[in-house]
């Protein structure tokens, strides 16, 4: 039975038919420009850092709990995949399965007690959690995890046919994974799970006294988004072939905040310009910064002065990020628009 | 009329300070009840004891003859207890039918369904339509696409009643639903209290003891966080005790 349809005078209508397509071809289509544009060994890369970015918005940009320990998923993630490799069998898809399970069934563990704690509290615990998790793989791991030297290992071909160690099928595969965690998400943000988190980002005790476990949903949402960080390192450890004890390092955390921060936290498509932004600022700069200074025959400052600046113009006058602001100017000259 | 929520010997303590002390509460079930007092008097966290806001230190709450002293905010919400806050409390970051959305969902069997929730656009028309419902009721249909922020003090304070209402409560707590308005908007408000009471059973908290006096069929006050006194509009505020909370002792005649 077809449900009713809301009275014309309200001024909100139904969800537009083949949004989300559209959004996932653009972004399909971004990825491709940028394969042509960059060296496509990268790509595969980038797939994995957006994935982890994403997960991250979840968390800190809707959800509103900043979280220096979000590293520690994406390395169990990637330890979890490798470890199936070594000690198991070389299926990639398995070994997908038991990073994500690994990182899932920790932060089913951890969510019970951190979600207990709020703002700084929330991050440092976080980070502790992190610290641990990089110094078991360093040491007392280091019999499974081969410690600071790494552990190498490679996988079978996807159904026989497509290896993840060439760069054109690592982008296709990681790309596929970025599309559809993208699809996820934004169906979960669009939907009342997706306005029930934002509100408590807001003020959690006002959305208890609406008849919601307000716990129990901060729990899930911790969950999905740690099970998409881990993807996101089992990803890495099948393209890469190779973890060790740099990938669970809580300093990664720095470059996924960064990332939301530059292109707006709580917007999916925010996340993903932020993750470009920011990589292009790290993979580019370097590179690019000692050609300029040659040819201006001046010395320029490293790139991490120039990613400090972009990150002062964003915090002093793009507050919402690039994202943010843009959406922020459209409804306040839609705004000026309706009162002329 | 049974009562619908009681509480016995219900004490607050802050350290030092006693905010409430051994109140005997009850409101009985399709009656709108006033409680007054002067500033400070225990009314808000007589409130807050009601709806599970904090604990009490001592003393027992029941609803529907059951216990609910521990229960958390959101049990008491599935039981039938909702309320409003005296400084307006509505999300602000989300837009007028945003808000509305987590009210009516929490109260519908769509909304009930996990996979629903989780993967159904909260545009769905059946959500759509629940949501003007709410909107319709308070005023604010063609408020519902802007965000709360845009919102005049006043409407934010009818979005709040409005998706208080649209849990479909069985008791229904106003903190001071007039505190902050202007005349017109205060019209509005008392308007609106005048429509639900016939529907709802609802306890008020009011300062603005001559705006509430037509809505309520009984009066209760607050002093010092004890209950003083109890009745209809009329006993209570020819009382001595009540007079002489608000207004001092009468100085003895010459």
Not at chain 1, 24 to 52: E, K, Q, T, Y
Not at chain 1, 87 to 101: C, D, E, K, Q, T
Not at chain 1, 117 to 133: K, V
Not at chain 2, 185 to 210: D, P
Request: proline share 5%.
């Amino acid at each position: 039975m077809s449900s009713p349809a809301p009275s014309s005078a309200f001024p909100v209508s139904p969800a537009p038919r083949g949004g989300l397509v559209r959004e996932l071809a653009l972004i399909a289509a971004g990825l491709v420009l940028l394969s042509f544009v960059i060296r496509i060994h990268w790509m595969a890369d980038f797939a994995v850092f957006f994935i982890l970015v994403l997960s991250f918005d979840l968390l800190y940009g809707y959800m509103g709990h900043l979280s220096f320990g979000h590293m520690l998923y994406f390395g169990a993630g990637a330890y979890g995949a490798a470890l199936w490799l070594v000690y198991g069998n070389a299926s990639a898809l398995i070994a997908l399965g038991v990073g994500m399970a690994v990182a899932a069934a920790m932060a089913a563990l951890w969510g019970g007690i951190v979600l207990r704690t709020h703002g700084a509290s929330f991050a440092l615990i976080n980070m502790a959690f992190n610290e641990i998790g990089h110094f078991l793989v360093q040491s007392p791991l280091a019999a499974y995890t081969l410690g600071e030297d790494g552990l190498s290992c490679s996988a079978d071909p996807l159904f026989g046919v497509i290896s993840l160690h060439e760069d054109r099928w690592a982008f296709v595969f990681t790309g596929s994974m970025l599309l559809a965690v993208y699809a996820l998400l934004r169906v979960l943000t669009r939907s009342p799970f997706g306005i029930l988190v934002r509100s408590i980002r807001e003020n959690e005790s006002r959305v208890q006294f609406l008849g919601y476990d307000t716990f129990r949903f901060k729990w899930v949402t911790f969950v999905i988004a740690s099970t998409i960080a881990a993807l996101a390192g089992a990803l890495f450890t099948l393209v890469q072939g190779f973890v060790s004890p740099r990938v669970i390092s809580p300093f990664g955390n720095v470059d996924v905040i960064f990332a939301v921060l530059i292109g707006g936290a709580g917007h999916l498509g925010g996340a993903l310009i932020g993750a470009a932004v920011f990589l292009a600022i790290k993979n580019f700069l370097p590179v690019m910064i000692p050609e300029l200074s040659r040819w201006l025959d001046v010395k320029l400052p490293q790139w991490e002065l120039w990613l400090g600046i972009v990150l002062l113009v964003i915090v002093f006058s793009l507050r919402g990020g690039i994202v943010g602001t843009l959406r922020a100017r459209w409804r306040k000259s839609r705004a000026v628009e309706a009162g002329a | 009329m049974a009562d619908l929520i009681t509480t016995s010997a219900l004490t607050k303590r802050f350290h030092g300070l006693t905010a409430v002390q051994a109140v005997d509460f009850h409101v009985r079930e399709g009656e709108t009840t006033g409680v007054i007092g002067p500033n400070g008097s225990g009314k808000t966290t007589l409130f807050h004891l009601l709806s599970g806001f904090f604990p009490p230190t001592a003393g027992e709450i029941r609803f529907c003859g059951e216990p609910i002293t521990a229960l958390p905010p959101h049990r008491r919400v599935a039981l039938g207890i909702a309320r409003t806050f005296q400084l307006v409390s509505v999300f602000s970051s989300l837009t007028v039918w945003e808000n509305a959305v987590l009210a009516v969902l929490r109260i519908q069997p769509e909304g009930a369904a996990p996979a629903r929730f989780f993967l159904r656009s909260c545009r769905h028309p059946a959500v759509l339509e629940r949501c003007a419902e709410a909107l319709e009721r308070v005023g604010l249909t063609a408020q519902a696409s802007l965000p709360v922020a845009e919102l005049s003090y006043g409407d934010k304070r009818m979005l709040e009643i409005g998706i208080t209402l649209a849990l479909r409560p069985r008791l229904l707590l106003l903190d001071e639903p007039l505190a902050g308005l202007s005349d017109h908007e205060i019209a509005r408000v008392v308007k609106l209290i005048g429509e639900i009471r016939r529907q709802f059973t609802v306890v008020i908290i009011e300062h603005k003891i001559s705006k509430i006096l037509e809505l309520v069929e009984r009066l209760s006050v607050m002093n010092e966080g004890r209950l003083i006194c109890e009745g209809s509009p009329a006993e209570v505020l020819s009382d001595p005790r009540v007079r002489e909370c608000y207004w001092g002792k009468e100085a003895p005649a010459c």
